[in-house]
C-alpha cells in the first residue's frame, strides 16, 4: 500500500484505483484484488529537511532525471480459513515494490553533479499467516517470500512471531520479527 512520505510523522496511505472481490463460504474466505494502475509512495522532495545526502555530495548540484514507472497492473489473492481453535491463510501478489529503487551516478561535465532516476522493481510475494489462541496468550506468526525479475532487486524472507495477551483494558506484545536476504543482488 504507497503511504505519502512528504510528512514523515504523519505518514498516511494513498488511495489507489482497485477493485476487490470477496466469496466467502462456511469458514473460508477467498480475496481477489487487482490495480490496474500503478500507485507509487510520494517521496520527501530534495529541498525538504527530511533529505539527508551523503556528505560527499555537498556542493554538488543534484538533477533529477524522473522516474520510470511500471506498465501494467498489480493483483493479489488471499485465502483465509477459520478453523476451531485458529486461523491461518495464504497470500500471493504479483506487481511492484511502491518504493522506488534509486540509481544515481557522478555526472562529470565542466560542472560535476549527481544524476539519479528512479525506478519501480518488479515483486512477487508468496506468504502465510497463523492465529492460534492458548489459555494465556495468543500466539501469532505470518512469513513472506519476496522474489524479482528486476536485476537491481533483492530477493528476501521476512517473519513475524508473536505472544498476545489481553487484560482488562491492556495488551500485552512481545514478539520478534525478522529479515533474511535470500539473493544479494544491489
Given at each position: 500500500a504507497?503511504?505519502?512520505f512528504?510528512t514523515?510523522?504523519?505518514?498516511?496511505f494513498?488511495g489507489?484505483?482497485?477493485?476487490r472481490?470477496?466469496?466467502?463460504?462456511?469458514?473460508?474466505?477467498?480475496?481477489?484484488?487487482?490495480?490496474?494502475v500503478f500507485t507509487?509512495?510520494?517521496?520527501?522532495?530534495?529541498?525538504q529537511?527530511w533529505?539527508?545526502l551523503?556528505q560527499e555530495t555537498?556542493?554538488?548540484?543534484?538533477?533529477?532525471?524522473?522516474?520510470?514507472?511500471?506498465g501494467?497492473?498489480?493483483?493479489?489473492?488471499?485465502?483465509?480459513?477459520?478453523?476451531?481453535?485458529?486461523?491461518?491463510?495464504l497470500s500471493?501478489?504479483?506487481?511492484?515494490?511502491?518504493?522506488p529503487?534509486?540509481?544515481?551516478?557522478?555526472?562529470p561535465?565542466a560542472?560535476?553533479?549527481?544524476?539519479?532516476?528512479?525506478q519501480?522493481?518488479?515483486?512477487?510475494?508468496?506468504?502465510?499467516?497463523?492465529?492460534?489462541?492458548?489459555?494465556?496468550?495468543?500466539?501469532?506468526?505470518?512469513?513472506?517470500?519476496?522474489?524479482?525479475?528486476?536485476?537491481?532487486?533483492d530477493e528476501?524472507v521476512?517473519?513475524v512471531?508473536?505472544?498476545?495477551?489481553?487484560a482488562?483494558?491492556?495488551?500485552?506484545v512481545g514478539?520478534?520479527?525478522?529479515?533474511?536476504?535470500?539473493?544479494?543482488r544491489?
Amino acid at each position: 500500500a504507497p503511504r505519502d512520505f512528504l510528512t514523515v510523522f504523519n505518514t498516511d496511505f494513498l488511495g489507489v484505483t482497485a477493485a476487490r472481490v470477496t466469496y466467502e463460504k462456511g469458514s473460508d474466505t477467498i480475496d481477489a484484488v487487482y490495480a490496474p494502475v500503478f500507485t507509487p509512495s510520494r517521496s520527501p522532495l530534495l529541498n525538504q529537511r527530511w533529505v539527508i545526502l551523503p556528505q560527499e555530495t555537498l556542493g554538488l548540484p543534484v538533477v533529477d532525471l524522473g522516474a520510470r514507472y511500471p506498465g501494467r497492473g498489480q493483483a493479489g489473492l488471499r485465502w483465509n480459513h477459520l478453523g476451531a481453535g485458529y486461523e491461518m491463510s495464504l497470500s500471493f501478489y504479483d506487481g511492484y515494490n511502491h518504493l522506488p529503487l534509486i540509481d544515481a551516478a557522478l555526472a562529470p561535465a565542466a560542472v560535476p553533479s549527481i544524476a539519479f532516476s528512479r525506478q519501480f522493481a518488479h515483486m512477487r510475494m508468496a506468504g502465510a499467516d497463523a492465529a492460534v489462541p492458548l489459555r494465556w496468550f495468543t500466539v501469532k506468526g505470518e512469513g513472506a517470500w519476496f522474489t524479482s525479475r528486476t536485476q537491481e532487486a533483492d530477493e528476501y524472507v521476512q517473519y513475524v512471531v508473536q505472544a498476545e495477551r489481553m487484560a482488562g483494558e491492556w495488551v500485552f506484545v512481545g514478539g520478534y520479527a525478522g529479515e533474511h536476504v535470500t539473493r544479494k543482488r544491489s
